[in-house]
């Protein structure tokens, strides 16, 4: 089928819905997942760029786009469960990229095999792209448990994925995180609420490292 697979199945990513099993007022795709982590990776690196950061964008823009392609082979797996071991955390990634190496031999020309093998791995690594591209994707995290908990939702996995989130994205060390905590979190934490959950609390904990 060639590269027509592919693209097919990209209509995969549309129907997975992120945090599954858990009531949500707002459900969110895969698919929309990735096209928000794309935008924030951009003035993300726009950030770094600013303190003289160089930046491959073309590998930004690679690795944003496609960072959760494997879940069309293996779902979205709760944040929770995923990485409630380095070794569960391991094997899941090793079974999507197995999955991934699989379609990609079995459905991709083999003049493009090694240009997807590339765009399709995972993206997270030391480079700047990769921890941008760990904070984009914590940073969606953010957004969407706070939209949870701000409509009232009391389901704790929220409160989990939110405080998480937060923990991860204060210790990567770019100039674009300390612009986010400094300028965005305060925004995003003093819009008008009438939650249950006390975000602001959870907010200052996560940040003073208080509950891990």
């Known amino acids: 089928m060639g ?5 097919r199945s990209l209509g995969g990513l549309e129907r997975i819905i992120r945090c599954p099993g858990k009531f949500k007022f707002e459900e969110h795709s895969v698919a929309a997942h990735s096209w928000k982590v794309v935008q924030y990776a951009k003035t993300l690196a726009d950030i770094e760029e600013q303190h003289g950061v160089k930046i491959d964008w073309k590998k930004l823009y690679e690795i944003t786009s496609s960072h959760d392609y494997g879940e069309i082979f293996i779902g979205d797996i709760k944040t929770p469960v995923k990485h409630s071991s380095p070794e569960l955390r391991a094997l899941i990634q090793q079974v999507e990229e197995g999955m991934v190496h699989h ?3 079995e ?11 590339n765009q399709l791995r995972e993206g997270k690594d030391q480079s700047v792209e990769g ?3 760990e904070v984009a994707d914590k940073l969606d995290q953010v957004y969407e448990a706070f939209a949870e908990l701000q409509k009232g939702n009391t389901e704790q996995e929220f409160v989990t994925m939110y405080r998480s989130a937060l923990m991860k994205i204060k210790d990567i060390p770019l100039h674009c995180v300390g612009y986010f905590l400094d300028r965005i979190l305060p ?14 609390r959870i907010t200052e904990e996560a940040l003073a490292n208080n509950i891990r």
Do not use: C, G, K, W
């Open 187 to 200: 925004d995003l934490v003093n819009e008008e609420t009438m939650s249950p959950v006390d975000i602001r």
């Open 3 to 7: 590269i027509h697979a592919y693209f």
């Open 131 to 133: 921890r941008i591209l």
């Open 103 to 105: 379609f990609i031999e």
């Open 107 to 117: 459905h991709i020309p083999p003049e493009f095999q090694s240009i997807f093998y």
